[in-house]
């Protein structure tokens, strides 16, 4: 599991409607003119899924990129 | 720990009823069109029935009691309980239950009262009728289980607007002998307000204030008298603790998943309900929806469900079924229970 493997499946779940070609892995989430509380669910189960790590609503509203969010899935796997 | 296998009882039959209005959520105007497409995308509903303004709860639970008692050719004299579980009661006071037995017309020695309780309310109320059954002389019982979600929401708050759908249902339980179910029930109430209407209770009673209307942020406006849901709690809670329970009720009845020919969850939200479900391997086949079509309908449905989507194998067939509800409160519950072939009506539009 590596960090560019993650941006990836992020890039992959929401390509389809939203211009995610800028996204690596210092992007600060809460930027993105697109993001909102329903994107977050989205990420929770896609780690869900993929990684079998849970991250609570704390983790990741107190995210900042999505770098931050793969080091908190890494302590916790 | 409440768990509790309760004999002597079964469901002999459950019919659903919703109002006509259909509101679409691809007309919603307080999404753009990528927002609503992601809202239908995660949540799996297109579409939710609501109630006029002068249609409550026990309106369309009454039109459920009286097909169902209708088609079951029950005598209505027989029955000797009615509990309604819901959190859109008529009023304040008295308990709906009772306004309900009369409208229904059943004698006056039959038990009436309210329970108060949301999305994992089918299953407590069916825990509470079923104990009263077996316990010995009450033979024949309704339970009645609904919300008017619609009325308890703001238009203008995409977190919840979407989300919700009003239904009534009827569910009719008698003594059978060799029949039963196995109850597990749970609650957390430091999550008390993960799900909430703040104001109108004694703790907040209704102000002024109550009434006016803020931004929460974009896209969320309400007042304190509307419910609010927090979308990643309820998330976090519902994927933590409800496989838990399920695998917990499956170790205790000694059984796996594939021994069930139902599981059938409270209607959330698709994403969320698909993850419990991949969670603890149950196949697309054994777990039904009504999302796209009826949305989050609070109390009802489960019983909404199995009326949507199981109607024809409930009349036809015996069916091992795992029932799950979850929610506001913090309350989660689940029923193992093998149903007998029942009584199961199609949706009744009111």
Same mark, same amino acid.
Request: hydrophobic share 40%; net charge negative; proline share 3%.
């Given at each position: 599991?590596?960090?560019?493997?993650?941006?990836?499946?992020?890039?992959?779940?929401?390509?389809?409607?939203?211009?995610?070609?800028?996204?690596?892995?210092?992007?600060?989430?809460?930027?993105?003119?697109?993001?909102?509380?329903?994107?977050?669910?989205?990420?929770?189960?896609?780690?869900?899924?993929?990684?079998?790590?849970?991250?609570?609503?704390?983790?990741?509203?107190?995210?900042?990129?999505?770098?931050?969010?793969?080091?908190?899935?890494?302590?916790?796997k | 720990m409440a768990q509790l296998n309760v004999d002597n009882w079964k469901i002999s039959g459950?019919?659903?009823?919703?109002?006509?209005?259909?509101?679409?959520?691809?007309?919603?105007?307080?999404?753009?069109?990528?927002?609503?497409?992601?809202?239908?995308?995660?949540?799996?509903?297109?579409?939710?029935?609501?109630?006029?303004?002068?249609?409550?709860?026990?309106?369309?639970?009454?039109?459920?009691?009286?097909?169902?008692?209708?088609?079951?050719?029950?005598?209505?004299?027989?029955?000797?309980?009615?509990?309604?579980?819901?959190?859109?009661?008529?009023?304040?006071?008295?308990?709906?239950?009772?306004?309900?037995?009369?409208?229904?017309?059943?004698?006056?020695?039959?038990?009436?009262?309210?329970v108060g309780l949301g999305c994992s309310g089918y299953i407590y109320g069916l825990s509470i009728?079923?104990?009263?059954?077996?316990?010995?002389?009450?033979?024949?019982?309704?339970?009645?289980?609904?919300?008017?979600?619609?009325?308890?929401? !703001?238009? =203008? &708050?995409?977190?919840?607007?979407?989300?919700?759908?009003?239904?009534? *249902?009827?569910? /009719?339980?008698?003594?059978? #002998?060799?029949?039963?179910?196995?109850?597990?029930?749970?609650?957390?109430?430091?999550?008390?307000?993960?799900?909430?209407?703040?104001?109108?209770?004694?703790?907040?009673?209704?102000t002024p204030s109550s009434f006016d209307v803020k931004e929460i942020s974009a896209g969320i406006?309400?007042?304190?008298?509307?419910?609010?849901?927090?979308?990643?709690?309820?998330?976090?809670?519902?994927?933590?603790?409800?496989?838990?329970?399920?695998?917990?009720?499956?170790?205790?009845?000694?059984?796996?998943?594939?021994?069930?020919?139902?599981?059938?969850?409270?209607?959330?939200?698709?994403?969320?309900?698909?993850?419990?479900?991949?969670?603890?391997?149950?196949?697309?086949?054994?777990?039904?929806? !009504?999302? =796209? &079509?009826?949305?989050?309908?609070?109390?009802?449905?489960?019983?909404? *469900?199995?009326? /949507?989507?199981?109607?024809? #194998?409930?009349?036809?067939?015996?069916?091992?079924?795992?029932?799950?509800?979850?929610?506001?409160?913090?309350?989660?519950?689940?029923?193992?229970?093998?149903?007998?072939?029942?009584?199961?009506?199609?949706?009744?539009?009111?």
């Amino acid at each position: 599991m590596g960090l560019d493997e993650f941006v990836g499946k992020i890039k992959e779940e929401f390509s389809e409607d939203y211009n995610v070609g800028d996204l690596d892995p210092d992007t600060h989430i809460k930027d993105m003119e697109w993001w909102s509380s329903m994107h977050m669910l989205v990420v929770i189960a896609l780690v869900d899924a993929e990684y079998d790590v849970m991250l609570s609503p704390e983790e990741v509203r107190e995210a900042t990129s999505i770098k931050s969010l793969f080091e908190i899935i890494k302590t916790k796997k | 720990m409440a768990q509790l296998n309760v004999d002597n009882w079964k469901i002999s039959g459950i019919a659903s009823a919703v109002p006509s209005t259909v509101v679409e959520n691809s007309e919603y105007k307080h999404l753009n069109s990528l927002e609503k497409k992601l809202l239908i995308k995660t949540t799996g509903i297109e579409r939710k029935h609501i109630a006029d303004k002068t249609t409550t709860t026990s309106d369309l639970c009454e039109v459920a009691a009286n097909r169902l008692l209708d088609k079951l050719d029950w005598d209505k004299s027989e029955i000797d309980v009615l509990v309604f579980v819901s959190q859109s009661p008529d009023y304040y006071l008295p308990a709906t239950a009772i306004i309900l037995q009369n409208k229904l017309g059943l004698k006056s020695s039959c038990m009436a009262f309210d329970v108060g309780l949301g999305c994992s309310g089918y299953i407590y109320g069916l825990s509470i009728v079923a104990s009263l059954v077996n316990s010995g002389n009450l033979r024949k019982a309704l339970l009645l289980v609904g919300d008017v979600s619609s009325s308890t929401v !703001s238009e =203008k &708050d995409k977190s919840t607007y979407p989300l919700f759908g009003d239904a009534g *249902t009827a569910t /009719a339980i008698e003594w059978s #002998e060799g029949c039963g179910g196995s109850f597990n029930l749970k609650s957390d109430g430091a999550g008390f307000e993960t799900i909430i209407i703040r104001d109108g209770g004694i703790r907040n009673k209704v102000t002024p204030s109550s009434f006016d209307v803020k931004e929460i942020s974009a896209g969320i406006n309400r007042c304190d008298l509307d419910l609010e849901l927090d979308g990643l709690e309820v998330f976090n809670f519902s994927v933590t603790k409800v496989p838990k329970l399920i695998e917990e009720t499956l170790e205790e009845t000694k059984s796996t998943s594939e021994d069930y020919d139902y599981f059938v969850m409270h209607q959330a939200n698709l994403l969320m309900n698909e993850t419990i479900r991949r969670k603890l391997k149950f196949s697309k086949e054994q777990t039904p929806y !009504s999302l =796209k &079509d009826y949305g989050n309908t609070s109390s009802a449905s489960i019983p909404l *469900t199995i009326c /949507a989507q199981l109607n024809k #194998e409930m009349e036809q067939k015996e069916n091992k079924v795992l029932m799950c509800g979850f929610g506001v409160g913090l309350s989660w519950a689940t029923l193992s229970i093998k149903c007998s072939p029942m009584v199961c009506l199609p949706i009744i539009t009111v």
